[in-house]
């Protein structure tokens, strides 16, 4: 099993530009999350998915906008790639609602964003 | 005031060293607590969940104090390869939020 995977690892956009991040799980994972950590912060939930065809917003979802249209795969869009989106982003998994027993969330190798 | 605080450390010990790390949390609705376990650019990885009752995995155990609204980490016996930072998690009831402090780094030393 490759548990969580994100594409790409790293990338570098100009402001205005649009791109979009994979994450894939091949746990049979019905809940998918989007998070953000930045230097001397925690991780930020931005988006977050409770089965597929379903989304919903984190914490701090402006700029971003996900889909889910299979289980597997969860996607975050930057429409308009601004400075303040210089981060490191994670997608995590967990079988169930994260916090019970046996629901940890398993998180992919991130991807380091920039944009200039 | 940030809900989940922790002291970023860092904590220098040399190997065989006892160190404990403490985190607060400010949110009455707490009601999953976590550790994970955070590799220099690399992604989280759960340590231990913790318990009202505490609980002990090899060198590691966690407590938590409701009343005082704070958890521990405390590792004994240390090795080079604890060093790493050390993140506090806390999700709140209805577990939709899920709130990670900034984590603490420690460095084992030879």
């Known amino acids: 099993n490759a548990g969580v995977t994100q594409t790409p690892k790293f990338r570098v956009l100009k402001t205005g530009q649009s791109m979009t991040l994979l994450c894939a799980q091949d746990?049979?994972?019905?809940?998918m999350y989007w998070y953000r950590q930045d230097p001397g912060m925690g991780l930020r939930l931005i988006h977050y998915?409770?089965?597929?065809?379903?989304?919903a917003k984190g914490e701090v979802p402006d700029g971003y906008n996900v889909s889910r249209l299979k289980k597997q795969n969860f996607l975050l869009g930057l429409e308009s790639a601004a400075p303040s989106q210089t981060s490191v982003y994670f997608c995590?998994?967990?079988?169930?609602?994260?916090?019970?027993?046996?629901?940890?969330?398993?998180f992919g190798p991130g991807t380091r964003l920039t944009v200039l | 005031r940030k809900e989940v605080e922790q002291d970023p450390g860092p904590f220098n010990v040399p190997e065989g060293a006892t160190v404990a790390f403490n985190c607060t949390y400010s949110?009455?609705?707490?009601?999953?607590f976590f550790w994970y376990r955070q590799d220099c650019r690399k992604e989280p990885k759960l340590l231990m969940s913790?318990?009202?009752s505490g609980n002990e995995d090899g060198r590691f155990t966690a407590q938590l104090n409701r009343a005082s609204q704070y958890i521990s980490l405390l590792i004994r016996d240390s090795k080079l390869s604890d060093s790493a930072t050390y993140l506090c998690?806390?999700?709140?009831?209805?577990?939709?939020?899920?709130?990670f402090g900034a984590g603490t780094r420690l460095f084992v030393k030879a």
């Open positions: 995590a998994s967990s079988y169930g609602l994260a916090g019970a027993r046996g629901n940890e969330q398993f």
């Open positions: 746990m049979n994972h019905e809940y």
């Open positions: 998915s409770v089965g597929e065809g379903t989304t």
């Open positions: 949110n009455s609705a707490s009601q999953s």
């Open positions: 913790v318990y009202s």
């Open positions: 998690v806390v999700i709140l009831t209805g577990g939709f939020k899920t709130i």
